[in-house]
């Protein structure tokens, strides 16, 4: 009787585990319908999942993804572009095939009119997908990346009287090399280069202790000493114009230390 009794708790414990695998295993199996977001902001959504012949680059079903229309405002207006990763595995063709989905979606995209400047390609080996008989679901992964020029990056950080402060101890007009400075010189320089009639303007200033007299000579030797060390590490002098402004043009409170320190400072810019 006990036998039997055991036998029937491992027969019942057996279709338990069974059956919970088996409803496990089937969510698992269920492809889902993939939706296009940056962050946390839906951009397209589908109905259905991007399905692919086994083994090739073939989308069975384009007409499911009018919506990714959505993305030409958004890639414009948000200055991004999007990289598109077509997978594959060892059971599912190779890197060609994983190029071929890739260039597939791609194609989608330009038939909504999204340029080639807003897309890239790219293959990625990966087991994250599902496949059933002969079919691949969403073997398909994105990303969005900045799609801004070097030429109007810098342009955005050195025109329209765009500076850069240096700031100074009190009565000091010594300056020296630091990292937040070098990487400004760094940019300068590739501005330079793509805008060769440039000039460059540092201005020098201080905050308001001391006469006017002393200011406006301690406002020259800042900028005197800033176009120097310009001029040290690569700069053309004859593209550099040095002001003294002593303390006339303040950019914080006089009356306080912190705006007194913002006032301390050398100003470098493109002149207009």
């Not at 030409?72 to 572009?81: C, D, H, I, M, W």
């Amino acid at each position: 009787m006990k036998t039997l009794q055991f036998r029937s708790i491992i027969i019942l414990f057996l279709s338990f585990l069974f059956v919970n695998l088996f409803v496990s295993c089937g969510k698992g199996e269920k492809p889902e319908p993939l939706e296009i977001k940056d962050g946390d902001k839906v951009i397209a959504k589908f109905e259905k999942p991007f399905i692919f012949d086994k083994g090739t680059g073939n989308l069975t079903n384009p007409e499911d993804f009018n919506d990714l229309a959505k993305l030409k405002g958004y890639l414009a207006k948000n200055e991004k572009k999007i990289v598109l990763s077509g997978l594959y595995n060892e059971k599912d063709g190779n890197n060609s095939v994983g190029k071929a989905r890739a260039e597939a979606v791609k194609n989608l995209l330009n038939k909504f009119n999204i340029d080639n400047s807003f897309i890239q390609t790219a293959s990625k080996s990966s087991t994250n997908y599902i496949i059933i008989k002969d079919l691949a679901y969403n073997p398909l992964e994105y990303r969005f990346l900045e799609n801004v020029s070097e030429e109007t990056k810098l342009a955005r950080k050195f025109e329209n009287g765009k500076a850069f402060h240096y700031n100074y101890a009190v009565m000091q007009s010594r300056c020296s090399m630091n990292s937040s400075l070098r990487s400004h010189l760094d940019d300068l320089k590739k501005y330079l280069k793509l805008n060769p009639n440039a000039k460059i303007v540092i201005d020098g200033h201080c905050d308001i202790t001391g006469t006017e007299r002393l200011n406006k000579w301690l406002s020259h030797a800042r900028s005197r000493k800033m176009k120097q060390l310009l001029i040290k590490n690569g700069f053309d002098r004859k593209k550099i114009k040095t002001y003294a402004y002593g303390y006339s043009k303040p950019i914080g409170n006089n009356s306080t230390s912190e705006g007194r320190a913002k006032n301390r400072r050398s100003e470098i810019k493109i002149a207009n």
